[in-house]
């Protein structure tokens, strides 16, 4: 790089062509650059610069001008064989996220990965979980129309007495009732809030008025209702007597039934107080009940703390078996067991952040079992597997046996259906089931979507309606044993701060998705249409999560998978639909027992597909598990980049680069070798694609690893400056390929782009260190000789005269002694750059 063009002069518009400059193919820097040279160029020679048809001696000018032509022809063609394949939809002229779309199927991977055995337990009873001998009640979710009216026995409050776990802020709650003699105790189902209503009548009544009374805690019937019941404590009817503690369960959110109001709640507080008695209405956090909440009696009930829930009910297992002294000392029975429940594999069966009172139940039996010897691991694996699925179960199970609507009114109006607040709970897991780790906002607007399908496939004559303002985010959290967090979403190439939403714990996505596809079958058809609705999605994070879910879902069920989900996407014009298709695919090879069918799927489709169907097998392929072995996805893959002249060259290629971030990237480099070889031009169009896509794709966009590896550190580092970096026993193949590039006609210029992008990537806008370690890895490879050096020099001083973004001298001059070492370097170099 000469002083004279860093002082000044104006940029060549063209590479130098020295007297003593030959063509690559005259004089060859080995022979492996010899045969990587492509036959077929055009001008017969791959020398940088004007073709050289124009300084052939005794050519005519119209000759020369028909050659330039022709010339300026293939590179226009090949510069559009380096297009972004997946942004070719009408209208669309923005590149498409690849790093979004690769994160997205990363997370969703994450969720759905845990392979649970979701069969293991008893569902032909409501409610229990059968494992070993142990037979345990767990539903939660009893619905409030089933617990009839009563007393509560003794020997029920004097267990709870003994078992019960105060919950945070429980006296603040005792206050309340004993000052307000009413407290409307707001939770998730299933979260304790009846034994804590329970807890609280027995202890404010063990020592008031009715003290004497054998049936001092009652539960009331749900269908009485608020005003019904102040009526009778008022009139002391019906065996209600003085000093007695009411548990009510109503139902506000029931159709056709109003819900009790301020008034109510009023004349029932008075009623008590003139009778000395004590009512808990116990209600579900959600949109209907939050006015009685919000109210001067409403308070939220704080869940349960797990870890004591568990560590009661295991002494009470083991003491019932061996009484306190075995269960305390001898055996060390209780150390065992909490050891045993620390157990990271027991952990990881259990999948659940916090355990609510009968899980609690359950996972204590199960430990106690364990460690008494009457049940083996493999059992209590599979019996802490289950309690994730016994959940979805209760979440999922006769949601819409309730009648969906109230009878019309006396006056024939029409009444609007109330199908849209009965499913939107459901809809909303289902779609957290789907979408886990996306924004909330994203989750929410899933949910609507799935609402309204499940709305018109359950009541088709009538128009689903949803009130617009009664959304209530915390509810659908707590109804859902969700947790929102703060982290980051994708939003067009930027990653910007968003508000996520996860399960609960890790068994939950996976459990609902097994208890919605297997037991369920009319609500496939709605799934499906929504499914579909959000593979159309914009947003990654959207589309590529669902089509994760597509895929597990496929694999409950491939027959109906592939007929109405893989297949018609991947025949869809839009390659946002076939990419979906394609991942779902390859969601489906990740399981051992389909990874056959879908290898032969793919397979067929890159032999005889239809066009659509042969650029998603490419797709497909491009995961790495959709055939035999990779020299098996390389030919698939060949054969869909060279038929029809080329047609589907370009989702080839990217497909060919996403492979090389697998561990067998030196066969890939191998064959990619051997296509520039090859006497077909579209086999070296493939290679050459794939070579210059290679060095203008970011690692991020087609890599599945974590951060955290030796190419998931880099991930904003060109592909091939990663791999020289991390990986140099591949460096003079990927500079022997990149050469080939350079000194073809047809790929020149493209080549020439992509190297000053990769000089440019040198260092940061702030100055701090990029990708100088993958440069320096490549360019002494790549320009080891005399005519490789001076078309380096022509380019930096270009890019130096670059009006737009011109590079400093002090760059230029760093990136050339990169590229040169001093071995390498002339006399007359020494001198003017020293």
Known sequence: MADEAVAGGPAERAAPQ???????????????????????????????????????????????????????????????????????????????????????????????????DLTSFDRSRIGHAHIGDINVQLDARRSGLAMRGGPVPEDELRRLRRAHIEPEGYVRLRRALESRRLLVLGGAPGTGRTSTALALLDEVTRNGEGAENNERVRRTAPEEGVRKLADQVAAGEGGHRRGT???????????????????????????????????????????????????????????????????????????????????????????????????????????????????????????????????????????????????????????????????????????????????????????????????????????????????????????????????????????????????????????????????????????????????????????????????????????????????????????????????????????????????????????ASHRKAVRRVVDDWSRYGTPSLRWTAAMALGYGRSADSMDDTLDALARIGVRDDGEQLAVASLNVVRLLTHPQCATVLRRLADWTGHRGEEYQDLALVTIVRLALTDVDEVLDDEPGTPLGDRGDWPLLLALAATRPELTGRLADLFWTALNTARSRDVALDALETLLRSATRKDGRAWTREGLAALLPALVAEE????????????????????????????????????????????????
């Open 18 to 116: 020295p007297k003593d400059a030959r063509s690559p193919e005259a004089s060859p820097r080995g022979e492996a650059r010899k045969d990587d040279q492509p036959k077929g160029a055009p001008d017969g020679k791959g020398s940088p610069g004007p073709s050289d048809a124009a300084d052939a001696p005794g050519s005519a000018d119209g000759e020369a001008a028909e050659r330039e032509k022709e010339r300026e022809r293939a590179a226009d063609r090949f510069k559009d064989l380096t297009r972004d394949p997946l942004a070719e939809e009408q209208g669309e002229e923005e590149p498409t996220d690849l790093a979004a779309a690769t994160r997205a199927r990363r997370a969703g991977q994450k969720l759905l990965s845990s392979g649970r």
């Open 245 to 591: 503690g009411y548990l009510l369960k109503p139902a506000p959110d029931r159709p056709g039934v109003l819900p009790p109001n301020g008034m109510d709640l009023d004349q029932l507080a008075s009623a008590l107080a003139e009778q000395g008695s004590y009512a808990v209405l116990v209600v579900s956090v959600g949109s209907a009940a939050n006015p009685l909440l919000a109210g001067r009696y409403g308070a939220l009930c704080p869940p349960a703390p797990t870890r004591e829930l568990v560590d009661v009910r295991l002494r009470e297992r083991l003491e019932e078996e061996h009484g306190d002294q075995r269960a305390d000392g001898g055996g060390g029975l209780l150390e065992r067991a909490a050891e045993l429940r620390e157990d990271p594999e027991v952990t990881e069966a259990v999948g659940l952040d916090d355990l609510r009172p009968a899980e609690a139940e359950l996972f204590a039996s199960l430990l106690a079992g364990h460690v008494l010897g009457s049940l083996g691991r493999e059992e209590l694996l599979s019996g802490c597997r289950g309690l994730a699925a016994v959940q979805a179960y209760e979440w999922l199970a006769g949601v819409d046996r309730a009648p969906a609507a109230p009878p019309p009114g006396d006056d024939g109006a029409p009444v609007r259906s109330g199908t849209a607040a009965l499913f939107h709970p459901v809809a909303f897991r289902i779609a957290l089931a789907v979408l886990g780790g996306a924004s909330h906002s994203a989750v929410s607007a899933a949910a609507h979507l799935l609402t309204w399908e499940l709305s018109v496939q359950s009541d088709p004559d009538s128009t689903p309606a949803r009130a617009l303002f009664c959304d209530d985010p915390e509810a659908d959290l707590a109804l859902s044993r969700a947790r929102p967090a703060e982290g980051t979403v994708d939003v067009a190439g930027a990653e910007v701060a968003g508000r996520l939403v996860f399960y609960r714990g890790t068994a939950l996505p996976a459990a609902v998705l097994a208890e919605l596809w297997e037991r369920h079958f009319p609500v496939r058809a709605p799934v499906v249409r929504w499914l579909r609705l959000l593979a159309d999605d914009p947003r990654p994070q959207v589309s590529m999560r669902a089509a994760v879910a597509a895929g597990e879902l496929s694999v409950r069920d491939f027959e109906h998978g592939y007929a109405e989900l893989v297949r018609p996407l991947a025949e869809a014009p839009t390659p946002r639909r076939r990419v979906f298709a394609a991942t779902a695919l390859d969601q489906v090879a990740g399981h």
């Open 787 to 834: 005519h490789d050096q001076r078309r380096l020099d022509w380019l930096l001083r270009r890019m130096m005269r670059d009006q737009d973004r011109p590079l400093a001298e002090e760059q230029a001059r760093a990136l050339w002694w990169l590229a040169v070492p001093a071995r390498q370097r002339r006399p007359d170099e020494e001198e003017s750059h020293g």
